[in-house]
T-cell receptor
Framework: DVKVTQSSRYLVKRTGEKVFLECVQD?????MFWYRQDPGLGLRLIYF???????EKGDIPEGYSVSREKKERFSLILESASTNQTSMYLC???????????FGPGTRLLVL | GEDVEQSLFLSVREGDSSVINCTYTDSSSTYLYWYKQEPGAGLQLLTYIFSNMDMKQDQRLTVLLNKKDKHLSLRIADTQTGDSAIYFC???????????FGQGTTLQVKP
């Protein structure tokens, strides 16, 4: 079974803090994705990565950056957290050439 | 543009059938997906349908695809309280590799 793990289930941070969300997948997938989920808006793509050290902006990249130094790990960084970044963050991965994405359990972030 | 629409809420009684509907805009989507999200959890792939099919059945789940109307539905037979969750419809337009999600339909199953 594909396993996608996220470092934290719940996080509470203060406005202005730098926040790191980590995602690890164990299936040697080339592609990895970060989404945020908000009620009534569904999931929106923040960033994705096709390969190590490669990244592409999604639909809502503002206020976020990412890092992919190793194939299995994709990090989402909030350089200076703001209250409007309070949300559920979901990581996903997929194998190149296959469209099905597999999701982690999510990190619920609260920014005070 | 790319857009996926779902109704936000559906309530059924245990044992009834549930039908969750979805409309999408990109006719080039190769696969269309249904994901399930239980409370506090991530998304679980429930089923998917290839765009050259019009129906797929998997145990209690039936997916119907009407490409002409760009309409996708998920039918759950004999709905159980454990089916209470948010159900997301998603498409992958063209060769983008990006999933476009609907807003999610919250299914409430009453005993």
């Amino acid at each position: 079974d594909v396993k996608v793990t996220q470092s934290s289930r719940y996080l509470v941070k203060r406005t202005g803090e730098k926040v790191f969300l980590e995602c690890v997948q164990d299936m040697d997938h080339e592609n990895m994705f970060w989404y945020r989920q908000d009620p009534g808006l569904g999931l929106r793509l923040i960033y994705f990565s096709y390969d190590v050290k490669m990244k592409e902006k999604g639909d809502i990249p503002e206020g976020y950056s990412v890092s992919r130094e190793k194939k299995e790990r994709f990090s989402l960084i909030l350089e200076s957290a703001s209250t409007n970044q309070t949300s559920m963050y979901l990581c996903a991965s997929r194998s190149q050439g296959f469209e099905t994405q597999y999701f982690g359990p999510g990190t619920r972030l609260l920014v005070l | 543009g790319e857009d996926v629409e779902q109704s936000l809420f559906l309530s059924v009684r245990e044992g009834d059938s549930s039908v969750i509907n979805c409309t999408y805009t990109d006719s080039s989507s190769t696969y269309l997906y249904w994901y399930k999200q239980e409370p506090g959890a991530g998304l679980q792939l429930l089923t998917y349908i290839f765009s050259n099919m019009d129906m797929k059945q998997d145990q209690r789940l039936t997916v119907l695809l009407n490409k002409k109307d760009k309409h996708l539905s998920l039918r759950i037979a004999d709905t159980q309280t454990g089916d209470s969750a948010i159900y997301f419809c998603a498409e992958v337009p063209g060769n983008t590799g990006k999933l476009i999600f609907g807003q999610g339909t919250t299914l409430q199953v009453k005993p």
